[in-house]
């Protein structure tokens, strides 16, 4: 029998879209237990936090198709390439979005069998997607959507639907990706989007965030520092409106969290500033502290069983 999206070639391959055809993906799927997705409800959007470029337009490919030693392949149903080039990768189950929470119009519940899942392959922090891989994630998103009998309402992010803390697809508006998907501007002007992104940053200070990964540590102690991007302390100026979150999978053991400066000229460390420790992360619950606008890293000091995720957001309203 064949697996539930085999239709993505020719679907995307009509909404005009460069595919490339991944050797077996017609019959590829997670060897998990769980429902294939025979009635998805909507298009998840990632990022790989893989720096790509026009030359390595798609380094993740082969990751995609074998997995990761803590979770086996495939990670997504296609990759969608810093040139725009989408690689199909499965027709059946893929393991990319995890348990998801409700979003939009789209129902809580097992995101692997809810959604087709994109990889966007860009590194997501300090990179944020080409204009080309952008449009073609408007089109491809479109037309599967288009398929599918659903609105661009469905089109969500993993940051809207993760339970776990998730930042991808990062440095991309999933409003204003919804409007051009559901408006079918495939080109939209990425120089203008950040323009009006900055503007934001600058005058309203609201939701503008970044996050990073920690990877897991179970054997031993160890320090992640992350920087803050200079542009977050120029726009929130004083303290408190700038804000560090950490969430994980299952409890986590956290030494500390602590902020500090950068080194100084004169060859001494930069001022150190103490937000949390030592302390148990309980699984799923997110803790946030209010920084210094003057900090430029943000440090955890940690041991754990799991990937964590940590964010930096502006002007945060925890719920």
């Not at 080409?130 to 994630?137: C, L």
């Not at 937000?275 to 799923?284: E, F, H, M, R, S």
Request: hydrophobic fraction near 35%; aromatic fraction near 8%; charged fraction near 20%.
């Amino acid at each position: 029998m064949a697996l539930p999206l085999v239709w993505l070639a020719d679907v995307l391959r009509g909404a005009g879209l460069h595919v490339v055809e991944t050797p077996g993906w017609r019959e590829r799927t997670s060897p998990y237990a769980g429902a294939l997705p025979w009635e998805p409800v909507g298009v998840l959007e990632h990022h790989t936090a893989t720096t790509a470029s026009y030359e390595r337009p798609a380094p993740t490919v082969d990751l995609c198709v074998r997995g990761r030693p803590d979770l086996a392949g495939p990670l997504c149903h296609g990759v969608i390439g810093y040139d725009g080039v989408v690689h199909l990768i499965s027709a059946g189950r893929a393991n990319h979005a995890g348990q998801a929470k409700a979003s939009g119009p789209c129902p809580a519940g097992d995101g692997n069998t809810l959604y087709v899942g994109f990889e966007w392959d860009y590194q997501g922090v300090n990179q944020g997607p080409s204009p080309e891989q952008y449009a073609a994630a408007v089109r491809a998103t479109r037309a599967v959507l288009d398929h599918l009998g659903l609105s661009a309402e469905h089109a969500r992010g993993h940051k809207e639907t993760s339970v776990t803390g998730k930042i991808d697809p990062g440095r991309v508006d999933m409003t204003l990706f919804r409007a051009a998907v559901a408006s079918g501007e495939q080109e939209l002007d990425m120089a203008t989007t950040n323009e009006l992104f900055d503007l934001v940053r600058r005058y309203s200070g609201g939701d503008s965030a970044f996050g990073y990964t920690i990877p897991r540590s179970p054997d031993r102690v160890r320090t992640f520092a992350a920087a803050i991007p200079p542009k977050f302390g120029r726009v929130t100026g004083t303290d408190g409106e700038l804000f560090v979150s950490l969430v994980a999978g299952e409890n986590v053991e956290v030494r500390e969290v602590y902020a500090c400066e950068d080194w100084q000229a004169d060859g001494k460390p930069g001022r150190k500033y103490g937000l949390q420790g030592p302390y148990t992360l309980v699984a799923n619950d997110r803790q946030s502290w209010p920084i210094p606008a003057a900090a430029t890293q943000v440090c955890v000091v940690y041991r754990s069983d799991c990937d964590l995720s940590l964010s930096v957001e502006i002007d945060a309203k925890w719920k």
